[in-house]
């Protein structure tokens, strides 16, 4: 069955970078892109981007371009995003989630990895 | 401040049937399909309808979805206990290079 399983939680400095892992299996990596959505305690959903790891291009949000990247490494389908200059206002829960390019959204996402920004 | 407006807070008891709205723009719902999520408390969003009205399998078809120019629904019927969770909605929007937005989120309490 199809899985998204991210790496565990974080705690960072201001003005520090965090990487959060999105792990795939139970399908072929490359065929499906990768999205990545944040969600701060108590609030909406808010999308950061997406990446295609097969041939490595990205789209960012306008909010996080230049601090945000997007990477793949194919041989353990395994997505990355790297978001620096972290502030206290990216403490999130932050999940990755596969794009069906047949129903045009979503369809399965990680559990989710809380990044706490704090001094 | 979300681009999709939702209502912060609906209710209802067992049985009974509730609407949630959505309201976007003409670059939002206006020119693409809405989507749905579910989000039980501590867990990930989980998809409920695509392209405005389609459920995956094993969403019930007590969930069922409309659109209508650049507002959207969902609408619950016979609601049961374990359907109180948050929900939102969700729309590709053209502007500004085009990027998904969502709606703030409505909380749902079976009474």
């Known amino acids: 069955q199809v899985q998204l399983v991210q790496s565990g939680a974080e705690v960072k400095k201001p003005g520090a970078s965090v990487k959060v892992s999105c792990k795939a299996s139970g399908y072929t990596f490359t065929s499906y892109d990768i999205n990545w959505v944040r969600q701060a305690t108590g609030q909406g959903l808010e999308w950061m981007g997406w990446?295609?790891?097969?041939?490595?291009?990205?789209g960012y949000a306008q909010k996080f371009q230049g601090r945000v990247t997007m990477t793949r490494n194919t041989s353990i389908s395994t997505a990355y995003m790297e978001l620096s200059s972290l502030r206290s206002e990216d403490t999130a829960v932050y999940y990755c989630a596969r794009y069906s390019s047949g129903w045009y959204t979503f369809d399965y996402w990680g559990q989710g990895t809380l990044v706490t920004v704090s001094s | 401040q979300s681009v999709l407006t939702q209502p912060p807070s609906a209710s209802g008891t067992p049985g009974q049937r509730v609407t949630i709205s959505c309201s976007g723009s003409s670059s939002n719902i206006g020119s693409n399909y809405v989507y749905w999520y579910q989000q039980l408390p501590g867990t990930a969003p989980k998809l409920l309808i695509y392209?405005?009205?389609q459920r995956p399998s094993g969403v019930p078809d007590r969930f069922s979805g409309s659109k209508s120019g650049t507002s959207a629904s969902l609408a619950i019927s016979g609601l049961r206990s374990e359907d109180e969770a948050d929900y939102y909605c969700a729309a590709w929007d053209d502007s500004l290079s085009g990027h998904w937005v969502f709606g703030g989120g409505t909380k749902l309490t079976v009474l």
């Open positions: 392209r405005n009205n």
């Open positions: 990446m295609n790891p097969n041939s490595g291009n990205t």
